[in-house]
């Protein structure tokens, strides 16, 4: 879509949001725009005055007619400790009607981030926020973003869009120059990276907010969708036609009937980078849904008014129409999305990855040789390469002496649920080839491999406490991103340490989706599929009766947890005392003794501080939930996510105290025959998953 269609959809959808309001009596949609900020306009704005504990500089109109959140660095001769400044339109928005629903929303604003120091010593960054409150929680600048307080990270209710360029540990953050999607926690959902060592080339260096880009950014929320889609852009004022962050999320769950929107920007502590943070321009439309809202039984009095409108819309847009075409009567056909087809039935369509040649791909893995290989399946090997244009790839191969039909179906379930995905702990495809009955799917090369390596390999003892933490964290969020953030839950199906992949900087990715399954969100308490998995992170349902929902992927989750916490494997057969040899048995037997500190790392027990450890107490009683052999016990992922974002450390009443674990329902087991009052105990090995065996090839 060029500029020229793209102002004229916008005037088209306007025309069309205005005739919708005058027709069930809301009026003109809730509009503003800055096309500057000048003193004809400066009164349509608050700049927040921060409470008594604030010491700093509060955001202010400049000579330039823009808005400083915090001052231009040139222009400071000193500063503060650090800074916050704030901004938001005059009046609230109302976002919540009881006859029309939620509202949906679209705002853009250019913007820059001046830098005085290079990467990665930022000052902080800045946020477009939508919140019930104004003034910054008590020390809340740096990494807060004058949103939260460092007491209670949890304690406020909004959304914010993060242009950030503090790479913080308190968030797990993905790098010091990201653009995230914030939903009452700074620890983004979502996350494009565009720093320098990015796994998302197509980021850098076109959003590397140390380069004192101006840019745009256009931000949508569609409350009938629940889809929050952000785009950005550093040469245009044309809106992308990819966004580069999009997330599922009900909105109305978080908002108020009326919310202030703005932006808030933060220094930190003088010993780091100094930015100034500048606002250009900026629009806001918040509109109700088209299909919402009650028959008004007045609206036959507002007809000649419809009809007038009506009219005047459809003269506008012929005329746009007519001078559009006279301008540019032959427009291209926009380039089509990369597609595969296979035996005709199937189509695999994506916009963000790239379809290579099987010669290229022979050329980068040194025609697959052995050396190349580092790492193998069931059902496929994968082979490091390097591009012609330097880039290091692993290609996963299907073996060729699988099925064709069993190939072709693996092939395409990964690359359906893969190639649309975006979240900071997935593994990004970044390719496809299937030519001369060869399937091949292309990923970024991790340097550090997988986390198997190092628990398989008994070099577990080399990450260190926050690492874990890191890990687990990242994981979490992944797998809720995969049930709740998309339109339908998909499934992973084989959650594991071997399919945990670590960046450079042991970023955590989670890999391999060949057996993902995408499934709507009504049928996710339970499908019946055939058995899949790996011994000792299958869930007990899985191997009994092939039923499968998304508490089996917690389990698989809580499995990991233990491994990490533990530095252990699921299932060692070479632990001399046999009570010892399946990992989840062995902890539940210390918890219920209460010993359950001893099985955390005795090597990093030694090393971290009685908070760590109590932390780590904490993940444990965690992990016990997610292993519940009940699937109707296990909490869901958001819940996980939750406990362990939080600060209370006393989770422990959650778990039973006796030595019985909630029985199974009896539909999960495989026969009616079954008794309903059956429980899982420790004595009793005939349920063990880890007894079963996998039927992954």
């Known amino acids: 879509m060029n500029g020229s269609q793209m102002i004229f959809k916008q005037i088209s959808f306007m025309l069309l949001v205005i005739l919708y309001a005058a027709g069930h009596g809301l009026g003109t949609p809730q509009h503003f725009e800055f096309a500057s900020f000048n003193n004809s306009r400066i009164e349509d704005v608050i700049f927040v005055k921060q409470d008594s504990w604030y010491g700093g500089q509060d955001a202010?109109?400049?000579?330039?007619?823009?808005?400083?959140?915090?001052?231009?660095?040139?222009?400071?001769?000193?500063?503060?400790a650090a800074n916050?400044?704030?901004?938001?339109?005059k009046s609230p928005i109302t976002f919540k009607s009881s006859e029309f629903g939620m509202a949906s929303f679209t705002t853009s604003f250019r913007f820059k981030i001046t830098n005085t120091r290079p990467y990665p010593n930022g000052?902080?960054?800045?946020?477009?926020?939508?919140?019930?409150?104004?003034?910054?929680?008590?020390?809340?600048?740096?990494?807060?973003?004058?949103?939260?307080?460092?007491?209670?990270?949890?304690?406020?209710?909004?959304?914010?869009?993060?242009?950030?360029?503090?790479?913080?540990?308190?968030?797990?953050?993905?790098?010091?120059?990201?653009?995230?999607?914030?939903?009452?926690?700074?620890?983004?959902?979502?996350?494009?990276?565009?720093?320098?060592?990015?796994?998302?080339?197509?980021?850098?260096?076109?959003?590397?907010?140390?380069?004192?880009?101006?840019?745009?950014?256009?931000?949508?929320?569609?409350?009938?969708?629940?889809?929050?889609?952000?785009?950005?852009?550093?040469?245009?004022?044309?809106?992308?036609?990819?966004?580069?962050?999009?997330?599922?999320?009900?909105?109305s769950d978080v908002f108020n009937e009326t919310m202030f929107v703005g932006f808030s920007a933060t220094n930190n502590a003088s010993e780091d980078g100094m930015e100034g943070h500048v606002l250009y321009s900026w629009n806001f439309t918040a509109y109700f849904p088209l299909d919402k809202g009650p028959k008004n039984s007045g609206s036959t009095l507002k007809l000649p008014f419809l009809i007038a409108g009506v009219l005047l819309a459809v003269i506008i847009v012929g005329c746009v129409s007519f001078f559009l075409w006279r301008r540019n009567p032959r427009s291209p056909r926009p380039r089509p999305s990369i597609v595969g087809r296979f035996n005709g039935s199937e189509t695999v369509t994506s916009n963000h990855v790239?379809?290579?040649?099987?010669?290229?791909?022979?050329?980068?893995?040194?025609?697959?040789?052995?050396?190349?290989?580092?790492?193998?399946?069931?059902?496929?090997?994968?082979?490091k390469g390097v591009l012609e244009d330097g880039r290091m790839i692993a290609a996963k191969r299907l073996k060729v002496t699988l099925h064709k039909d069993k190939k072709e179906a693996e092939f395409i379930s990964e690359l359906k649920v893969i190639s649309n995905m975006r979240h900071r702990n997935l593994l990004q495809l970044r390719g496809w080839c299937y030519e001369s009955e060869e399937a091949i799917l292309v990923y970024d090369f991790m340097s550090k491999g997988s986390l198997g390596q190092y628990i398989y390999g008994n070099e577990i003892g080399s990450l260190s406490s926050n690492i874990r933490l890191k890990i687990i964290a990242g994981i979490a969020s992944a797998l809720e991103y995969l049930h709740f953030g998309l339109g339908e839950c998909v499934l992973h199906r084989d959650v594991k340490a071997a399919n945990v992949l670590l960046s450079d900087e042991y970023e955590p990715l989670l890999g391999d989706f060949g057996m993902a399954r995408l499934i709507s969100h009504s049928q996710v308490?339970?499908?019946?599929?055939?058995?899949?998995?790996?011994?000792?992170?299958?869930?007990?349902?899985?191997?009994?009766?092939?039923?499968?929902?998304?508490?089996?992927d917690i389990y698989g989750f809580g499995v990991l947890m233990l491994e990490l916490a533990c530095g252990r494997r699921a299932i060692d057969y070479l632990r001399l005392?046999?009570?010892?040899?399946?990992?989840?048995?062995?902890?539940w037997s210390l918890h219920l003794n209460n010993t359950l500190i001893e099985a955390i790392d005795s090597k990093m027990r030694l090393e971290i501080s009685e908070l760590q450890i109590e932390q780590w107490r904490k993940i444990l009683h965690i992990a016990l939930m997610c292993c519940n052999p009940s699937p109707d016990a296990r909490p869901s992922m958001r819940l996980v996510c939750s406990m362990i974002e939080g600060d209370d450390l006393s989770v422990a009443e959650l778990l039973p105290r006796s030595r019985k674990w909630e029985p199974l329902p009896m539909e999960n087991w495989p026969s009616a025959s079954t008794s309903a009052t059956h429980s899982w105990t420790k004595q009793d090995k005939s349920h063990d998953p880890g007894l079963t065996t996998s039927s992954k090839e």
């Open 60 to 80: 202010q109109q400049g000579s330039d007619d823009a808005i400083w959140l915090n001052p231009d660095p040139a222009l400071v001769q000193t500063r503060a």
């Open 84 to 89: 916050i400044g704030k901004m938001a339109y």
């Open 123 to 251: 000052g902080s960054g800045m946020v477009f926020f939508i919140a019930d409150y104004l003034k910054a929680p008590e020390k809340s600048y740096g990494r807060y973003f004058g949103m939260v307080s460092p007491n209670a990270l949890n304690a406020q209710r909004f959304l914010a869009i993060e242009f950030d360029t503090h790479q913080s540990t308190t968030f797990f953050d993905i790098s010091a120059s990201h653009i995230g999607i914030d939903i009452s926690s700074l620890r983004s959902a979502v996350v494009a990276d565009s720093s320098p060592n990015s796994s998302q080339p197509q980021y850098y260096p076109e959003l590397y907010l140390y380069y004192n880009f101006t840019f745009t950014a256009w931000i949508d929320y569609n409350s009938s969708s629940k889809l929050i889609q952000v785009w950005m852009s550093n040469s245009t004022l044309i809106r992308p036609s990819q966004p580069i962050l999009y997330y599922n999320y009900n909105l």
């Open 354 to 383: 790239a379809h290579y040649s099987l010669r290229q791909l022979k050329k980068a893995t040194n025609n697959f040789g052995e050396s190349n290989r580092i790492g193998e399946g069931g059902s496929s090997n994968v082979y």
């Open 525 to 552: 308490d339970a499908i019946t599929m055939t058995a899949a998995g790996t011994t000792g992170y299958m869930a007990p349902e899985v191997a009994f009766s092939g039923r499968f929902s998304d508490k089996a």
């Open 577 to 587: 005392n046999i009570e010892e040899v399946r990992l989840v048995e062995w902890v």
